[in-house]
């Protein structure tokens, strides 16, 4: 790897740490040695990047430090390729637009020399099958998320009973051929997930709910991973 090309990358893994990364970890990312990183991060530092830490403790790099979105390596493009491909065939009419029109920006802007691996891509997502049809608004109901709004369900469960109820939406799931919406729900007094294809209708209430949706959002991820830990421990419990 090029000494310039390494500078860049060590940015790029301090910007994604959330917390302080050692020049050891930093090294076996970049497969080079930690001498090499201590040299690297003082050449940043002496061109004003703003990175703070130390030896043996780790670096961090403080925010409001940006380069141009689209210095771009080879396997960034693929990636995002790959991620706007599998959106474009399964979001919503508003998200499959838009990314379809990620991958044309990125083809305007990229470097020619990335330009074969963005028109001839090594990788693609599967053809979708059988998806399922619904009505709902999608895209009003990412803005009812983003805005922190309730949404007032009138819902069909597989039996094709209804009812009807006012969740706090914080998230829409994506599967193979469906979607969920996750939202904490007042009748339940729980989070509670619902496939969008079964919504009969859908009320956009103007109420706020009393959490931020990323907040919400911490809850249902903890409350996630409370249950995954607990299935792995029965599963350990039953071979023993």
Request: aromatic share 8%; hydrophobic share 40%.
């Amino acid at each position: 790897m090029r000494r310039a090309d390494r500078l860049f990358q060590i940015i790029q893994v301090l910007r994604r740490s959330p917390k302080a990364i050692t020049a050891d970890a930093i090294a076996l990312e970049l497969e080079t040695s930690k001498r090499s990183i201590y040299r690297d991060i003082a050449t940043l530092m002496a061109q004003r990047v703003p990175i703070r830490g130390e030896a043996g403790i780790g670096y961090v790099l403080d925010g409001g430090f940006d380069m141009p979105p689209l210095m771009l390596t080879s396997d960034e493009v693929e990636a995002a390729v790959l991620g706007a491909q599998w959106v474009a065939g399964r979001g919503d009419p508003a998200l499959a637009r838009a990314a379809r029109d990620l991958i044309a920006k990125i083809a305007a802007t990229v470097p020619e020399k990335l330009r074969p691996v963005l028109l001839e891509p090594a990788v693609a997502s599967a053809p979708t099958w059988k998806r399922e049809i619904e009505t709902l608004d999608m895209s009003k109901v990412r803005a009812w998320i983003h805005a922190g709004r309730k949404l007032r369900l009138h819902y069909s469960d597989e039996q094709g009973r209804e009812t009807t109820r006012v969740i706090w939406p914080c998230l829409v799931g994506y599967r193979e051929t469906t979607r969920l919406l996750v939202g904490w729900c007042e009748t339940r007094d729980d989070f509670r997930t619902f496939r969008t294809d079964r919504v009969v209708e859908a009320d956009f209430l103007d109420d706020r709910y009393p959490a931020r949706p990323a907040v919400l959002r911490g809850k249902w991820y903890a409350k996630m991973e409370a249950e995954r830990c607990a299935w792995e421990a029965e599963q350990a419990g039953a071979t023993q």
